[in-house]
């Protein structure tokens, strides 16, 4: 059974830092893609950011040079380094992993980020 359990989530001033990590059974997990996603009331589920199982990263044009996605294979965690925050970073934030042979992928239940005065 895959289970993917997100934590670190909470409310946060602006301009602030939070980090997410999700904790991970079930997978191959060092064979595994690995991403963040959030979803804001109102709006579509969105890509915050992926690691690839080579360790190769992609951000969405919105995190850029403020979020950092790591991953650490022993441990089975895959984090979310937050920086900079800001309002609009208002959202729940999704785990999600595609494991070998890569045709499903999974999801947390999500963990919410509250960016406000």
């Known amino acids: 059974q895959v289970m993917l359990v997100e934590s670190g989530g909470g409310l946060v001033q602006p301009g602030g830092s939070l980090r997410l990590s999700c904790a991970a059974s079930?997978?191959?997990?060092?064979?595994?893609?690995l991403g963040w996603y959030r979803q804001a009331p109102g709006n579509q589920r969105e890509l915050v950011a992926r690691?690839?199982?080579?360790?190769?990263?992609n951000y969405a044009d919105s995190v850029k040079g403020r979020f950092t996605i790591s991953r650490d294979n022993a441990k089975n965690t895959v984090d979310l380094q937050m920086n900079s925050l800001k309002p609009d970073d208002t959202a729940v934030y999704y785990c999600?992993?595609?494991?070998?042979?890569?045709?499903?992928?999974?999801w947390g239940k999500g963990t919410l980020v509250t960016v406000s005065s």
């Open positions: 079930g997978i191959i997990f060092s064979r595994s893609h």
């Open positions: 690691i690839f199982s080579a360790g190769s990263t």
């Open positions: 999600n992993a595609i494991p070998p042979p890569y045709g499903m992928q999974y």
